[in-house]
């Protein structure tokens, strides 16, 4: 079984900064895509930014030049640098960690930029 825990969410000026964590649990993290997804009120999940265990990364078009994701796998912990934030990023950020066509979840941290 695998545990996603993050950390790191907030409210933040519009234009200010956050480093969402996620931790995993077990020992497959270094083989899996982790990725970061987010689901604002009365809107679906989407896709935010994903890595590779080979460190191929991909980031949507809304947060391309704003957002960076990263992971430590010493650490089993997978990363995403919000700068430039705006109202809009305003949501429920989810890491995600897929291996072997299967998916786990984290909690959810809330992330709200306001002024």
């Known amino acids: 079984q695998v545990h996603l825990v993050e950390s790191g969410g907030g409210l933040v000026q519009p234009g200010g900064s956050l480093r969402l964590s996620c931790v995993a649990s077990g020992s497959i993290f270094r083989l899996a895509t982790m990725g970061w997804y987010r689901q604002a009120p009365g809107k679906q999940r989407e896709l935010v930014s994903t890595?590779?265990?080979?460190?191929?990364?991909d980031h949507a078009d809304p947060v391309k030049g704003r957002f960076t994701i990263s992971r430590d796998n010493a650490r089993n912990t997978v990363y995403l640098q919000m700068n430039s934030l705006k109202p809009e990023d305003t949501a429920v950020y989810y890491c995600n960690l897929n291996v072997v066509r299967q998916d786990y979840w984290g909690q959810g941290t809330q992330v709200t930029v306001s002024s």
């Open positions: 890595i590779t265990s080979r460190g191929t990364i």
